[in-house]
């Protein structure tokens, strides 16, 4: 089956096969959300749960969502909530200060290889661009990233940015220096340590 053959590119890090398998299969005729969720995103659920498992790493993870961003740039022009029941919106960014974005594109992709709409603000993110952004988009979800203890009290102050604007956006955070107990004393809806868990941690909230 053909666009198994997409799942395996994907799976094999295949950024070019990726691409031409997906032209080919919409030239078949086969349907955007097939094309999506039994190739590309059962990919990336795969590698997540390979990850998980410790049987993939970062680099394997970086190069599969690469090969499946190869193949989600010709289905994002005929994608729309319609089509496909976009399972939420995600504002995701560094925060102001921090200009590591290795994790964040990670999670960015993996959100976008999950079906999300990402809208990603890059680094150096401040609290009100975060607030700005999440209600003109109607964001379910705010993605916080930051991997230096310095940088992590814009985590707190995006927050609590967020709840003095009344908004019912989530905020999930992450990043190396991030640990449970900070989540909790920040009063974030939700952490995880790696980018298959955002996705998961992203998926429970917007279920609720
Ligand atoms: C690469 C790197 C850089 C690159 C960044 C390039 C880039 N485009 O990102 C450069 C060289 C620019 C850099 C600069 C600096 N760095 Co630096 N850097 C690193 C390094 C080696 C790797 C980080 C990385 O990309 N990891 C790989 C990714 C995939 O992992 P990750 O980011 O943790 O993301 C995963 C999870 O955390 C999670 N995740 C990430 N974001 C989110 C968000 C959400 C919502 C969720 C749920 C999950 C999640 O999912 C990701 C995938 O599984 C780390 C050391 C380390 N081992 O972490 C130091 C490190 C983070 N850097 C450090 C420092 C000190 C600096 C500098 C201050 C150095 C300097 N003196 O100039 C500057 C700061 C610049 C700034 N203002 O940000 C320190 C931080 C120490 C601390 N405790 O604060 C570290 C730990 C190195 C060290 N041991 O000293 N750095």
Known sequence: MAVRDIFQAV????????????????????????????????????VGERFSAGELFVPEMLMAAQAMKAGMELLKPLLSNETTGSRGTIVIGTVKGDLHDI??????????????????????????????????????????????????????????AVREAGMATRVIVGGAPVTQAFVDQIGADGYSADAPGAVETARQLIAF
Not at 21 to 45: F, R
Not at 104 to 131: I, P, T
């Open 103 to 160: 994790g964040k594109n990670l999670v960015a992709m993996m959100m976008e290889g999950a079906g999300f709409e990402v809208v990603d603000l890059g680094v150096d993110v401040d609290s009100e661009a975060f607030v700005r952004t999440a209600v003109e988009k109607k964001a379910d979800v705010i993605a916080l990233s930051a991997l230096l203890t310095t940088t992590m009290p814009a985590m707190e102050s995006t927050v609590k």
């Open 11 to 46: 799976m094999g890090f295949d950024d070019a096969g990726t691409k031409i398998l997906t032209q080919k299969e919409l030239d078949a005729g086969t349907s955007v959300d097939t094309i999506l969720n039994d190739g590309l995103i059962s990919a990336m659920d795969e």
